[in-house]
């Protein structure tokens, strides 16, 4: 009987010590858990409230407010620091001064005093060239995908870094604006690796089309790529193999169109006009060759 009742005093001795240490611990965990996600809200109100800023800059194109917006060490997965990245913008705004943005937030992932911000980016402007001493206007459009990775310093947030997922731009002028034009490419290939690139149109049978498809690397300044021009065939879609870069260079295929109409102007005469060009783009991001992966069986 005492074993008995030594073991149940013992047992009781137990519970009466345990049950509050778990309490205690519970309110712990529970306070701690509130505490997160006290946080967690702060920061992302914090971040929603910098990409709302940041937007508003852009579309003012106020390049003096949006500079502190990044952090100094910022480096985008093309490799630009702070100062190349906005030197490309301030040459884009010169070139297009109704640039206008839209920024769509789907999903913010905030880890300590580091953020990832996944975005969908639409951006339209308008333009107006000299084609063969007529004046026409054309227009920008861009959509992206991407992720901005921001770091928090000394309780601000900050956009260190960048990374593009995808990426089609399109520059078009006169009767261009109203075709359906599409690139198609890879949004990711390996570094020295063969790719098909694809152009395709829909146009009427009086329209004529001189097309073609090239691969630029993403450096700074940008350099033009030779543009050999070839009738688009009737099938409407021109192809091409391109190798990619082995420089560890992101690169972009870029289709370049001149677009001529025939008009007849008698029974036996027609007249061809230069109707529009467009230039299309579509990013492909190049993965280097890893020589330190060694598989053996």
């Known amino acids: 009987m005492k074993k008995i009742f030594v073991t149940l005093m013992l047992s009781t001795m137990i519970l009466s010590t345990a049950v509050p240490v778990a309490q205690a611990s519970l309110i712990s965990d529970r306070a701690y858990r509130a505490e997160v996600r006290k946080e967690q809200k702060q920061n992302i109100r914090q971040i929603k409230e910098l990409f709302r800023n940041h937007n508003d800059l852009a579309n003012r194109h106020d390049i003096k407010g949006l500079y502190p917006l990044y952090a100094d060490n910022y480096i985008n997965n093309d490799g630009f620091n702070k100062d190349a990245y906005f030197k490309s913008i ?12 839209t920024t769509e937030i789907t999903s913010i992932e905030v880890n300590g005093e580091h953020a990832s911000v996944y975005v969908t980016e639409t951006a339209s402007g308008t333009l107006l060239e000299t084609i063969e ?12 995908r991407g992720i901005y990775h921001l770091e928090s310093i000394n309780g601000n947030w900050y956009i260190a870094g960048e990374t593009s997922l995808t990426d ?19 949004s990711q290939v390996n570094a020295g690796d063969d790719y098909t690139a694809s152009l395709k149109v829909d146009a009427d049978a009086n329209t ?6 090239n691969s630029d690397p993403v450096v700074y300044p940008a350099k033009t790529p030779e543009n050999k021009l070839k009738v ?26 001149a677009i001529s109409k025939v008009k007849p102007v008698d ?30 069986e």
């Open 168 to 186: 089609e731009s399109s520059l078009v002028y006169g009767d261009a604006r109203f075709m359906n034009i599409e690139i198609q490419a890879p």
């Open 133 to 144: 001493t007529l004046q026409v206007a054309g227009e920008i459009h861009s959509k992206s």
């Open 232 to 257: 688009l065939p009737q099938s409407q879609v021109l192809e091409r193999v391109i190798k990619a870069n082995t420089n560890n260079l992101n690169e972009y295929v870029i289709a370049s169109m």
């Open 90 to 101: 301030e040459e884009t705004w010169k070139s297009c001064e109704d640039l206008t943005y």
């Open 267 to 296: 029974v036996e005469n027609y007249r061809i006009y230069m109707a529009g060009l467009a230039c299309v783009m579509k990013r492909v991001n190049v993965i280097p060759k890893n020589n330190f992966i060694n598989l053996e």
């Open 208 to 213: 004529f089309i001189m097309a073609s498809i």
